[in-house]
């Protein structure tokens, strides 16, 4: 597994994203381009498996999607991803992050919930870009967010794809 930042392939990243979250409203290269995105790719560069997407201002790092491959889910890539993303925070000088799941989406509220993530506000309607419109939940990490992040990174990640 290679973790990076993809320059070029957003063709496969747009295909990654849309069997990831197949009632998601298609987005165009522009938004691969401006969006950093860090990317997991298979043993060899063939195909992405993963993918997290992120901003940062203001010291915060705003958690801003997160997407692992139906075929790789449940090894503890998506767990890996948002640590990635925390500890890339930290290094930034991010001193909070901030993230968003919808309330359906359970296996991602939990594993913010497992990153000690607190939930703080119920935005109405915050999902515009899928069908249906969806609520989501604003997470807030804790100062044990980044201790988890850093323990997180410290494990290997074996995914068999």
Known sequence: MRFFHPDTDLDALAALVA????????????????????????????????????????????????????DTRRAGLGRRLLAEQVMLGQRLGAARAIGYAPVANTPMRTLLAQSKFTPTDLIQGYYQDTVPVQD??????????????????????????
């Open 19 to 70: 069997l990831c979250h197949p009632t998601r409203r298609s987005r165009g290269p522009l938004w691969w381009q401006i969006m950093p995105t860090i990317v997991v790719d298979r043993d060899g560069g063939e195909g992405l498996v993963g993918y997290a997407q992120y901003s940062f201002g203001e010291s915060t790092l705003f958690l801003q999607d997160l997407g692992v491959h139906p």
């Open 136 to 161: 989501g939940m604003r997470y807030m990490s804790t100062p044990a967010s980044f201790e988890w992040a850093a323990a997180e990174i410290a494990v290997p990640v074996e995914v068999q794809v």
